[in-house]
């Protein structure tokens, strides 16, 4: 027996010695992967010392928008949806972890026999009853279970982080609609304006040519007056469409009924705080899709590493006590009656048709592709937010040239219009001043929506407020729900 068992110690000694720190698992590293970072974005405003951060919702001044954010976190469906993901990979991760742990199992047998016995052949029957409590347990020499469980708690890792992701990206389409909801009323009630001074016009031809003005010039003043006035109604149609569009859409994403009767701010917010210079390019690690698709790197390492690991001895235990008895049922309970066996086994595996070495090759072919997938995903990232700040830096251009335009060209049509009225001018200067004028304050309108929402744009693309130091102040909505996941006990 104890030759027997040190054979066996040998055997395993031989086995641990080649590979006791055996094909690590390494974590990925962005910069690796992505290349030589710039330190700084080579975009952005003027430095303002002392800015307070008070979270990126807080920067449009309207307390109305966050309480629209955290009423779609809190009800809107794909967020339900993305919870529930969560929950799955959890489950999942505990239930490779318990791989990890012995099973125990307990049974009962019972059995009946005949056997015919000596040369008279005489029948001999016999009744076995067995209760029994068996353990197994594969030992994680080489820690490749440990790497199965690391690997779904990378996944659980990129779950989560997707639905911050999705969170945050819920937040600035709440945001961004309501913007377009704000642009679109004020867009009619411009139209509506122009339509009014249009109508002004005509009326003041109706009357000219009541007073016997020339009668050719004046059917032809008039006929361009009336295009003029369908073309604005059609432009407050148009609006409206969008307007109705843009409510049930907002509707959607808080989890109401697309009624079409949302009606969130009165007028666009400003924004209260410029882009400072400088922003760290560090920003970027705390994006909630970067991290997402960090850990999907992580765990595809973890899944190599355990491909790698099968291909070495595996090393079980197995124990079994229980009672036995072969005269009644109940005397299986008698404890004088008790057995128990124990073992080990330890094996490697030598061949399968290739399919462990496919299982590696598979591994690192997935591994491969989620490396590729982090470099694009940070790529874009960055592009995103140079576009934004170079796109901010025009829109603010835009704006100040269109005030400009629309300064002037209210002043031209209020010029013409005492103009024509004192017959000065002809009544195509004074259309096309207000088309002008029309257009210009549209365009204008237009920028500034713009303008709103590629500074939420900017926020989305940086994961978060202006600050590198912390995420968001004031959170939105709930955490991703459940406690982390640990080893499950044992069934009984």
């Not at 309207?62 to 799955?88: D, F, K, T, W």
């Not at 100040?400 to 629309?406: E, G, K, N, Q």
Request: charged share 25%; aromatic share 6%; glycine share 6%.
């Amino acid at each position: 027996m104890e030759r027997g068992f040190c054979v066996f110690c040998s055997l395993l000694l031989i086995c641990l010695l080649p590979g006791c720190s055996f094909w690590e698992p390494k974590k990925s590293d962005p910069g690796a992967i992505v290349g030589e970072l710039p330190g700084r974005w080579t975009q952005g405003g003027s430095r303002i010392p002392g800015v307070a951060v008070t979270g990126w919702l807080s920067d449009f001044g309207s307390p109305e928008l966050r309480r629209m954010v955290e009423e779609a976190v809190g009800n809107n469906y794909s967020l339900a949806s993305a919870r529930s993901r969560i929950e799955q990979v959890r489950e999942r991760a505990a239930l490779a972890g318990a791989d990890r742990l012995p099973t125990l199992d307990s049974g009962v047998q019972t059995g009946r026999s005949e056997n015919l016995r000596g040369a008279a052949f005489q029948k001999v029957r016999a009744s076995n009853f067995t209760f029994s409590l068996d353990l197994a347990w594969e030992i994680d020499l080489w820690g490749r279970v440990k790497d199965l469980k690391d690997a779904e708690l990378d996944r659980l890792s990129a779950e989560t982080n997707l639905y911050e992701a999705s969170r945050l990206s819920l937040a600035g389409n709440v945001v961004k609609t309501a913007f377009d909801i704000i642009e679109a009323r004020e867009q009619i009630n411009l139209s509506r304006r122009t339509l009014s001074s249009l109508r002004t016009n005509l009326k003041i031809l109706d009357s000219k040519l009541e007073a016997g003005d020339v009668a050719d010039r004046a059917a032809l003043e008039i006929s361009l007056s009336r295009a003029d006035i369908a073309r604005a109604e059609s432009s407050v149609l148009v609006s409206q469409r969008q307007l109705d569009a843009s409510r049930r859409v907002l509707e959607t994403l808080l989890g109401r009924y697309p009624a079409g009767e949302l009606d969130p701010l009165s007028s666009l917010p400003r924004i209260s705080r410029q882009v400072p210079a400088g922003l760290p390019s560090e920003l970027l690690l705390r994006r909630p899709d970067l991290l997402a698709a960090e850990a999907r790197v992580d765990g595809a390492l973890k899944d190599l590493s355990a491909s790698r690991k099968a291909l070495l001895p595996a090393l079980s235990i197995t124990g079994s006590v229980g009672t036995t008895s072969t005269v009644e049922f109940q005397d299986i309970f008698d404890i004088r009656n008790m057995i128990w066996s124990i073992g080990q086994n330890l094996t490697r595996p030598l061949y399968q048709g290739g399919r462990l070495r496919s299982n590696i090759r598979l591994d690192e072919y997935e591994r491969d592709e989620l490396i590729a997938t982090y470099a694009e995903s940070a790529l874009t990232a960055f592009r995103e937010v140079e576009t934004a700040l170079s796109a901010e830096r025009y829109l603010k251009a835009q704006v100040v040239a269109l005030s400009t335009a629309v300064t002037e060209s209210r002043r031209a049509e209020e010029l013409s219009l005492s103009d024509y009225e004192q017959g000065l001018v002809e009544i195509i200067t004074l259309l096309e001043s207000q088309r002008r004028a029309f257009e210009a304050e549209s365009a204008l309108l237009g920028v500034k929506l713009e303008l709103l929402k590629n500074r939420v744009d900017l926020y989305l693309a940086l994961g978060g407020d202006f600050d590198h130091l912390m995420v968001d102040k004031e959170p939105i909505g709930e955490a991703p729900p459940g406690p982390p996941v640990t080893s499950p006990p044992p069934e009984g």
